[in-house]
């Protein structure tokens, strides 16, 4: 071979890979472990793995109504994150305008560390749309009705296509460590809802257990998944303040947060919610941890499995009706719950265990008819490809 076709030969050795070359594949999902609980989980990233699929009932951004939700571990996908959101900027620019917003730069916020429902809030505030909403059979949000989101899907809240609301304890929809997550439910027949640690978790007998055993509950107020991975060392339920001990992001200073209420404090990147929905300033302790019971009736029997409240919607900012999520309001002890398997708090601080996978701001798509971004691997393509090209170009001009 003359040294001119070799170097062409070369080049396009170079050239076939570049083009070969397409956005990443589903990463399966990596399931933490907590050796000496109660353990720090991934603020960003795996702190646990759902385990089965799901039918969407609205089209979203990545999912069409009546489509699959690839969830289960066994599909390479199955991530449960925590509650948080890596951030909004330059980015996310057309993802935010794909949720209705006009000026996507009012609503950008590149810290990160919001919760899917306050970064839900923030920019509904900022941008006066509203979110979440159903415009017909088309839900538009940060994540889907299902609590998901991006090619790569994910939960970060609700997994209401993973159990029915029906029954009495929901149905376990994924694995958190070493304990079980199970849908909202403590007794849907009777309408209770369980009373949970600031984990996130509780004690109390499971359709996959003959005794109390420490399980997991999805909630519709954050952390929504789990807060830390429980229970202490010594099979007691986890504080606001043991769980406050295990992050160092917990000790920052908060930032105010607007949205359509006003605004409030909130440190970023803390899942460690109080008894009003605070993660900031003194806590006041979850009811969990002075009472027996667990389980109580809430205020709200709105038949809401989204964890959010919602607006009915025919454009971003024309609503006529919201449906509200019941799960909001600030707990307090009833009288009328489950005597089973109630502990009091534990007050070790753990270790810090949780999974270091991250969740890259470009690659949190929202829930709307708008393309999803591309992720860095993906936006190579077309770089490694003109690389190459010119590499060939050049090669064949020198002969």
């Known amino acids: 071979m003359t040294m001119p076709l070799l170097r062409i030969a070369l080049g396009f050795l170079l050239l076939v890979p570049a083009m070969a070359q397409g956005?990443?594949?589903?990463?399966?999902?990596?399931?933490?472990?907590?050796?000496?609980?109660?353990?720090?989980?991934?603020?960003?990233?795996?702190?646990?793995?759902?385990?089965?699929?799901?039918?969407?009932?609205?089209?979203?951004?990545?999912?069409?109504?009546?489509?699959?939700?690839?969830?289960?571990?066994?599909?390479?996908?199955?991530?449960?994150y925590g509650p948080f959101e890596a951030g909004f900027a330059e980015q996310q620019k057309s993802i935010i305008e794909g949720l209705g917003c006009t000026d996507a730069t009012v609503a950008y916020d590149a810290a990160g560390g919001t919760d899917i429902g306050t970064a839900e809030a923030a920019i509904s505030a900022h941008c006066g749309i509203s979110l979440p909403r159903l415009e017909g059979d088309k839900w538009i949000s940060i994540v889907g009705p299902c609590g998901g989101h991006t090619s790569d899907y994910h939960f970060h809240r609700a997994f209401a296509c993973l159990y029915q609301q029906t029954g009495a304890h929901s149905t376990a929809v994924g694995d958190i460590a070493g304990w079980k997550m199970y849908g909202k439910w403590e007794d849907y027949a009777n309408t209770k809802l369980p009373y949970l640690d600031a984990c996130g978790g509780h004690f109390g007998v499971t359709p996959d257990s003959t005794t109390a055993v420490y399980h997991y509950h999805v909630?519709?107020?954050?952390?929504?998944?789990?807060?830390?991975?429980?229970?202490?060392?010594?099979?007691?339920?986890?504080?606001?303040?043991?769980?406050?001990?295990?992050?160092?992001?917990?000790?920052?200073?908060?930032?105010?947060?607007?949205?359509?209420?006003?605004?409030?404090?909130?440190?970023?990147?803390?899942?460690?919610?109080?008894?009003?929905?605070?993660?900031?300033?003194?806590?006041?302790?979850?009811?969990?941890?002075?009472?027996?019971?667990?389980?109580?009736?809430?205020?709200?029997?709105?038949?809401?499995?989204?964890g959010t409240h919602y607006s009915?919607?025919?454009?971003?900012?024309?609503?006529?009706?919201?449906?509200?999520?019941?799960?909001?309001?600030?707990?307090?002890?009833?009288?009328?719950?489950?005597?089973?398997?109630?502990?009091?708090?534990?007050?070790?601080?753990?270790?810090?265990?949780?999974?270091?996978?991250?969740?890259a701001p470009a690659t949190e798509a929202p829930a709307t008819g708008a393309p999803p971004t591309t992720s860095a691997a993906s936006e190579a393509l077309p770089i490694q490809f003109l690389q190459s090209l010119v590499i060939v170009l050049a090669m064949l001009q020198s002969f």
């Open 219 to 306: 909630q519709g107020r954050p952390p929504y998944t789990v807060g830390c991975h429980g229970p202490t060392a010594d099979n007691k339920l986890v504080g606001v303040a043991a769980c406050r001990a295990l992050y160092t992001e917990c000790s920052n200073a908060a930032s105010t947060i607007t949205t359509a209420t006003g605004t409030k404090q909130y440190v970023r990147y803390c899942p460690c919610f109080d008894a009003d929905g605070s993660n900031s300033g003194t806590p006041k302790e979850l009811p969990a941890l002075s009472t027996s019971d667990i389980s109580y009736t809430p205020s709200s029997t709105v038949a809401n499995p989204y």
């Open 312 to 359: 009915i919607c025919t454009s971003a900012t024309s609503c006529s009706s919201i449906v509200a999520n019941p799960d909001t309001t600030p707990i307090t002890v009833g009288s009328s719950g489950s005597t089973t398997g109630g502990t009091t708090a534990g007050t070790t601080s753990g270790t810090d265990t949780g999974s270091t996978a991250t969740e």
């Open 23 to 80: 956005p990443p594949p589903s990463v399966a999902c990596v399931n933490p472990t907590c050796a000496s609980p109660p353990c720090k989980a991934a603020t960003l990233g795996d702190v646990g793995c759902s385990t089965l699929d799901g039918t969407e009932v609205y089209s979203n951004g990545f999912i069409a109504k009546g489509g699959t939700v690839a969830a289960a571990a066994t599909t390479g996908g199955g991530h449960i």
